[in-house]
């Protein structure tokens, strides 16, 4: 901002220097005020269509762009359904300029003038299906839908039915067996930071802890007996909370996902020192674990001296937003229902694993129920 002040650094106007200093984050602007922003700023008012990405720039390169448009799995004049990989943010913050709201502004506008909008995050180190916004009703549908907070029912009766019956289930690969094969997980989540006073950690409430705690629940489900100290268990979230999943499976079952060494880091230590089991557990008999042929361990599956996180969105079912909203559209026109549409009223997708955990579940499948 220009400023009186001659000490500060300058920039050069109209052959004449002008002084200027930085704006304070909680600083209130005056009416009249000359502001200087960089031109980085004004660069984002340029089509977001590339055909060439400029070098030395913070926007995706043309093969970035072309990476994530491969990695869709549907698309409508509502949302547009991804199966993200393991490894690439969600959210990004400079200089990270490859996360999945930035690409996708670049990538996936298609016949839009802007790009979707996030709705919902996974975690950097997690895969699997993500849901985007393509317009400001269907966005504000989508965070009704991931919203914590329950609201008043609205539209029709088919809306409502179709909100119940909205889920998601995960597949992931934890260290040891739950006690129990199925249950529900209803253990309140708090925020706290740690000595360094920057890294936040999620913990499991403290019924007398003085931090505020959100209320977090977890449908389980073990898919098979344990192998090599490892079980696949099925996790269908009820509520969505920051670590959810990755939390309630390390403190509430006991059993941290492979690959989390965030929240299962002594786990994993105990776990790479346990010999192998060489019997099958629901016969007793001696066998062999499955390796596929030219199985590269380093890839990060239980083979792999550091696994990656196995922890992946499978399936999805939600509204189709886009149909609601037509028949919304038209209702609030012709003031008469329309009871006609050949669209479904859900959605339903299921998204292929990443290659590490692929190979994890070949070497553990043929002993799953």
């Known amino acids: 901002m220009q400023c009186p002040d001659l000490n500060d650094s300058s920039v050069e106007k109209e052959g004449k220097r002008k002084p200027v200093r930085k704006i304070k984050h909680n600083e209130v602007m005056e009416v009249g005020a000359r502001i200087y922003v960089p031109v980085s700023v004004a660069e984002t ?77 996974l975690d950097r180190e997690s895969s699997g ?21 329950n609201k008043a029912k609205s539209l029709s ?23 129990q094969k199925e249950g529900l997980i209803c253990a309140p989540l708090s925020k706290v930071l740690l000595d360094d006073g920057k890294t936040e950690r999620v ?22 007996p344990m192998i090599n100290g490892c079980s696949w268990i099925e996790l269908r979230p009820h509520t969505s909370r920051k670590h959810q999943l990755r939390v309630h499976c390390a403190e509430a079952l006991g059993t941290p996902i492979v690959g989390d060494y965030k929240y299962g880091w002594f786990v994993h230590r105990r776990w ?11 016969t007793g008999k001696p066998y062999k674990l499955r390796r596929p042929e030219g199985l590269d361990v380093q890839k990060g599956s239980v083979l792999s001296k550091v696994p990656l996180l196995h922890l992946h969105c499978r399936e999805l079912v939600l509204p189709n937003i886009e149909k609601f909203l037509e028949v919304h559209n038209r209702n609030l026109e012709s003031r008469c229902p329309d009871k006609h ?13 990443p290659s590490h955990m692929k190979i994890s579940w070949n070497l553990m499948s043929s002993y799953l129920v």
Request: charged residues 25%; proline residues 7%; without cysteine.
């Open 45 to 121: 008012r340029i089509s977001k269509r590339f055909d060439t990405i400029p070098s030395g720039t913070l926007y995706p390169n043309a093969d970035e762009i072309e990476y994530l448009q491969r990695l869709v799995r549907y698309k409508d004049s509502a949302i547009i359904v991804l199966n993200k990989p393991p490894r690439l943010p969600v959210k990004g913050n400079l200089p990270v300029h490859n996360s999945m709201d930035v690409l996708a502004a670049a990538a996936l506008s298609y016949d839009y003038d802007e790009g979707p909008k996030l709705v919902h995050r």
């Open 129 to 149: 299906l993500l849901v985007m916004g393509r317009t400001k009703e269907s966005i504000d549908h989508l965070h009704w839908l991931f919203s914590n907070i």
């Open 157 to 179: 009766k088919a809306w409502n039915d179709a909100y119940e019956a909205t889920f998601q289930r995960y597949w992931a690969l934890v260290i040891g067996s739950p006690k």
């Open 203 to 224: 913990i499991l409430a403290h019924p007398s802890g003085l931090e505020a705690s959100q209320e977090a629940v977890t449908e389980y489900r073990v898919l098979g």
């Open 272 to 282: 790479k020192q346990m010999p192998r089991v060489d019997i099958e557990p629901t």
């Open 341 to 353: 549409s050949s669209k479904p009223d859900l959605l339903r997708f299921v998204a292929s694993m």
